[in-house]
């Protein structure tokens, strides 16, 4: 069979719309098309607002007013290199993920054996992608889309905007600081399984993510798989296109050497990274005088392995809390005002009036996001006190928030004093008068 155009299907009512299970095994992911976006720092300034409903690409345009680079695409289509390019990232796309109907992770290759045994440790069995396929189409793809990109029928109309897998990042994590084997740190704070389990048996609180607790728990696992298998494959697919249209300083070099080599020198620089992120004294030279297959092929196989082995290890280096002081005593006056004391230095230059008066900010993404209002007791990464030390001692790493410095003195007592603060802000009437008048006013309830 032919491969099918999902716009055509889409256009003729064929199989994106919500609730539709069974596809057509020759329907192949979407390419990217959307723009890619690398915030290696923060914006100078502030968005002026959100975007307007069913606008969110506004927000990329104001990040291009600042001079952020926004990478589009449909810009290879102007270079000679551009369709080989983009065809080799195809074929090795479907080479090693396969389909929607037929998903899976890894093919026969030179690295089959290694990327097999990781995708087993993950759960990405062909037959649990496939079960995680149809519940996502099913219950997911509307909000989602099809390739995982965050732009499904309805997205452009929520906020905030469901999440794009594509780029490896998640905001909700409970994974420790760590280093892989080749003693690197990872690309990107990654999730644990449990992180991806709690949003979909809770959902996230405050948006459009619903829990799907109801489902069984073989398809909520099944889901779960599924998830990563679209971030994997977008993450792979999303830097292979990065490197082929940054304009960096390395980059521009080499290309002014010999114009007419602009192929060759993008890939040495995808190769290099690729290699780089796991050995920084690898010898780019050598590895494509020893290399037989495609070159940007090759690069692209090094870094699946390196994804797959980074959400392996950050399943095995949870964040192991501290032991609570308290126990199981109640909170206490002391313990919130010691809260308090924490929050005004860690934490109010984001959540400024508890909350009430955060400015904006862009994210990772490219959209606009507002750090939590701490006064109302909406709890998008989760209400139980271990999510809140979650948050305290990881951060939200994709919307800039930092982990807390609790270095000095007793950082266990610290941070339980900064949870047991949290929990009880919305609640007036649970805190002491003087620290209800400061952040409530006169206000009881």
């Known amino acids: 069979m032919a491969w099918l155009s999902v716009t055509g299907l889409a256009v003729t009512g064929g199989i994106l719309g919500c609730g539709v299970v069974e596809i057509p095994d020759g329907v192949v ?3 990217r098309s959307n723009p890619l976006i690398n915030l290696e720092k923060a914006p100078a300034t502030a968005p002026p607002a959100f975007p307007p409903p069913g606008k969110p690409e506004v927000s990329l345009r104001w990040l291009a007013d600042q001079g952020v680079a926004i990478l589009n695409p449909a810009d290879l289509d102007s270079h000679e290199w551009g369709k080989a390019w983009r065809d080799e990232v195809n074929t090795f796309l479907i080479g090693q993920f396969g389909t929607p109907a037929k998903p899976r992770v890894g093919n026969e290759g030179s690295a089959a054996a290694a990327i097999g045994k990781l995708s087993t440790s993950l759960n990405l069995a062909p037959a649990v992608l496939e079960r995680g396929s149809k519940q996502y189409r099913r219950l997911c793809l509307h909000c989602h889309g099809l390739g995982g990109e965050g732009a499904g029928a309805t997205s452009g109309w929520l906020n905030p905007l469901p999440r794009d897998f594509r780029q490896g990042e998640f905001k909700f994590i409970s994974t420790a600081e760590h280093k892989l084997e080749t003693g690197n740190q990872p690309l990107k704070a990654r999730p644990r399984r449990v992180d ?3 949003t979909l048996h809770q959902g996230l ?3 459009s993510m619903p829990s799907f607790a109801l489902l069984a728990e073989e398809d909520i696992q099944a889901l779960a798989s599924y998830t990563l298998h679209l971030s994997i494959r977008g993450e792979v697919e999303y830097w292979a296109l990065y490197y082929a249209l940054r304009q960096d300083t390395e980059t521009i070099k080499a290309i002014e050497k010999d114009p007419k080599k ?12 690729a290699l780089e992120w796991e050995d920084p004294e690898a010898d780019v ?10 070159l940007l092929t090759a690069g692209m196989e090094k870094l699946l392995d390196r994804l797959l082995r980074e959400y392996a290890a950050a399943d095995k280096n949870p964040i192991q809390p501290m032991a609570d002081p308290y126990g199981d005593a109640p909170t206490t006056s002391q313990s919130l005002a010691n809260g308090l004391k924490i929050f005004q230095v860690q934490c109010v230059n984001c959540h400024a009036g508890y909350g009430r008066q955060s400015a904006l900010r862009f994210d990772n993404w490219g959209g606009v996001v507002r750090p939590a209002n701490l006064t109302t007791p909406v709890y998008k990464g989760g209400r139980r006190p271990v999510d809140l030390y979650y948050r305290i001692f990881r951060g939200i790493p994709p919307c800039g928030m930092p982990k807390a410095n609790l270095q000095d003195g007793d950082p266990a007592r610290q941070a339980w ?3 047991r603060f949290l929990l009880a802000i919305p609640y007036p009437e649970t805190l002491p008068p003087e620290i209800r008048q400061q952040i409530h006013g006169g206000a009881k309830q």
Do not use: C
């Open 262 to 273: 602009e192929a060759q020198a993008r890939t040495a620089r995808f190769l290099a990274g």
């Open 29 to 31: 992911y979407p390419l």
């Open 205 to 207: 609180d405050g948006t």
């Open 417 to 419: 004093d900064l949870v």
């Open 196 to 198: 991806i389990l709690r």
């Open 285 to 294: 030279e050598d590895f494509v005088a020893k290399t037989k297959d495609k």
